[in-house]
């Protein structure tokens, strides 16, 4: 029995220590905070992804953000992290740092946590700020929009992170979406849709759309879950009535559907859309679109899609009216809705069909909204 429990602990003892170092969720706790957010289920950010860096937490106000506040983390096994795990923190004075360091004191990680208004200022994108982000041995651009006290809000996402996959040494202006040096006004965004690559075509996806949306891109579902790689839409607080912008677009020369085979006489089409939706269920769960249900979901209450956009080489004026039903009042007081907006240099470049050479050039966009009665 001694000489079972010796082997038993060795084997413990032996067992190589977690070389993991990420964040998994967060959350603030506290019943006297719960007043600072929109509802309490803002409080806690569960399922982060390996790929984010930066958690955020959406408040009703900065004003009144306590300048002592608790965030508590899950991190992965055996790992530690700094500042300590629940300790008070300023957040008023920007984002904080943390640091996770595996188990085995091999890896670690930074994250910033910070708090922000959970509505932007202004629904007027010119797309001028963006960051070139280092993958590996490749580039590539990803979007932000600024706020009234200068802090960035990323709700914009590309497939950039999964088209780089595939790719060896290549620069942000190699990627399906990129700054735009000459836009209709300073800079712009251009998405391009391109050959995946070898990985792509054996995978059953020999084509990268360009694109870009409000949302998350989900990189861990890139191979084997294509369609819930683009989790659509941010809460809102306003009900919208039109969206204008401006826009090039060039078809590609060959149009192929999802097994490279060309379809003669089909010329690919950009898109451009909008959809506003209830973000929770009758149960109070949270409701996300997706690449298989952004255009269909129950629980999509107005939608605005570009009807025609013929080729041009000249910057040219687009416009959509929101087309659905009527908005409950309460539940956009307490955000109970999102909105994405969605530019795609193929129009069904998520079932992999289109155009090689696809390039869509949009910007100026601005969503305009319903008055509010007390404006």
Not at 200 to 210: L, N, Q, S, V
Not at 219 to 237: A, C, N, Q, S, Y
Not at 240 to 257: A, H, L
Not at 347 to 363: M, P, Q, R
Request: charged share 25%; proline share 5%; hydrophobic share 35%.
């Amino acid at each position: 029995m001694c000489m079972f429990a010796f082997v038993l602990s060795s084997c413990i003892k032996d067992e190589p220590m977690n070389s993991e170092c990420d964040i998994l969720s967060a959350w603030v706790e506290g019943d006297q905070y719960e007043s600072n957010f929109y509802e309490a289920s803002q409080m806690r950010l569960e399922n982060i992804t390996t790929t984010e860096k930066d958690i955020v937490f959406s408040v009703r106000s900065l004003i009144s953000l306590p300048t002592s506040m608790p965030v508590f983390f899950n991190i992965t096994p055996g790992a530690t992290i700094e500042p300590a795990n629940g300790s008070l923190q300023d957040f008023t004075k920007g984002p904080v740092v943390y640091t996770v360091t595996s188990q085995d004191g091999s890896w670690h990680r930074q994250y910033t946590v910070s708090f922000k208004e959970a509505s932007l200022p202004t629904f007027k994108f010119s797309f001028e700020n963006y960051n070139t982000v280092e993958s590996g041995s490749n580039k590539y651009h990803e979007f932000f929009e600024i706020d009234k006290m200068g802090a960035p809000h990323y709700v914009w996402a590309s497939g950039n992170p999964g088209a780089v996959l595939a790719r060896y040494k290549s620069n942000a202006e190699d990627q399906p979406t990129y700054s735009l040096e000459k836009g209709y006004k300073g800079r712009g965004v251009c998405l391009n849709t391109q050959d995946a690559g070898s990985l792509g075509r054996d995978f059953g996806k020999p084509i990268a759309a360009g694109n870009l949306f409000m949302g998350k891109f989900i990189l861990e579902k890139v191979l084997f879950e294509p369609l819930k790689t683009t989790r659509f839409g941010i809460d809102i607080d306003r009900a919208p009535v039109r969206m204008t912008g401006y826009y090039k677009y060039r078809p590609g020369e060959v149009f192929t559907d999802m097994k490279m085979n060309e379809v003669p006489g089909r010329i690919d089409e950009a898109s451009i859309y909008a959809v506003f939706y209830r973000n929770k269920d009758a149960e109070g769960n949270d409701i996300f679109l997706y690449g298989d249900d952004v255009l269909t979901s129950p629980y999509i209450v107005r939608k605005a899609q570009v009807a025609s956009l013929p080729p041009t080489n000249e910057w040219t004026r687009f416009e959509a009216f929101f087309e659905g039903g009527d908005v409950d009042d309460e539940l956009l007081l307490n955000k109970g809705y999102n909105l994405t907006l969605v530019f795609s240099s193929s129009k069904n470049g998520a079932s992999f069909e289109g155009a090689i050479g696809s390039e869509l050039c949009v910007d100026e966009v601005e969503v305009s909204f319903e008055e509010l009665d007390n404006e």
